[in-house]
T-cell receptor, first 116, second 116 residues
């Protein structure tokens, strides 16, 4: 079963609009970590944010903000005043708590297109 | 800041050939991961190493093997290549035990393998 669900396959917005990318996760662990990565057309995976399961405080970084709600198992990502450079595929990912190396389970990604 | 280095960036092989992908982690990172991303797919975890020992195994085919060397670089060896092996292969590194579990994975730019 998919541990991370990104229901939005593709989203298109006009530049300067706000956009929210949804992420719903599933885990039985009490300790886990959630991530967002950006994959621009050039292909690399760029780390954006990590949250642990014990910290539900929302975070803002410039035009980016993240809303973590354990009650709904969601970790949504909002881009304010979108720009063309935000066009990319965005992946939400989950890492479950255990010692040592911790691999990521990725969602299927949301392709965001920002239209100038 | 130094990033994860992968080589080569692009590789074209024929069916049934072998390929070796290399990964040089961020200095002082002790954990290396390999991921496979098929066209239009999310990255899938293959295998990871912590302190030169295999720490976790995902959906890695038996035709593939990997190891981490004493200088922490890692190689992914792929034999009897099939058309379906065409994908973007990412290596990622992190601090495993030293910073506690689930320190962020930092990805390289990937190796694009095309099997013809």
């Amino acid at each position: 079963a998919q541990k991370v669900t990104q229901a939005q396959t593709e989203i298109s917005v006009v530049e300067k609009e706000d956009v929210t990318l949804d992420c719903v996760y599933e885990t039985r662990d009490t300790t886990y970590y959630l991530f967002w990565y950006k994959q621009p057309p050039s292909g690399e995976l760029v780390f954006l944010i990590r949250r642990n399961s014990f910290d539900e405080q929302n975070e803002i970084s410039g035009r980016y903000s993240w809303n973590f709600q354990k009650s709904t198992s969601s970790f949504n990502f909002t881009i304010t005043a979108s720009q063309v450079v935000d066009s990319a595929v965005y992946f939400c990912a989950l890492s479950e708590g255990k010692g040592g190396a911790n691999n990521l389970f990725f969602g299927t990604g949301t392709r965001l297109t920002v239209i100038p | 800041a130094a990033g994860v280095i992968q080589s080569p960036r692009h590789l074209i092989k024929e069916k049934r050939e072998t390929a070796t992908l290399k990964c040089y982690p961020i200095p002082r990172h002790d954990t290396v991961y390999w991921y496979q991303q098929g066209p239009g797919q999310d990255p899938q975890f293959l295998i990871s190493f912590y302190e030169k020992m295999q720490s976790d195994k995902g959906s890695i085919p038996d035709r593939f093997s990997a190891q981490q060397f004493s200088d922490y670089h890692s190689e992914l060896n792929m034999s009897s290549l099939e058309l379906g092996d065409s994908a973007l292969y990412f290596c990622a590194s992190s601090l495993g035990q030293l910073q506690g579990a689930n320190s962020p994975l930092h990805f390289g730019n990937g190796t694009r393998l095309t099997v013809t």
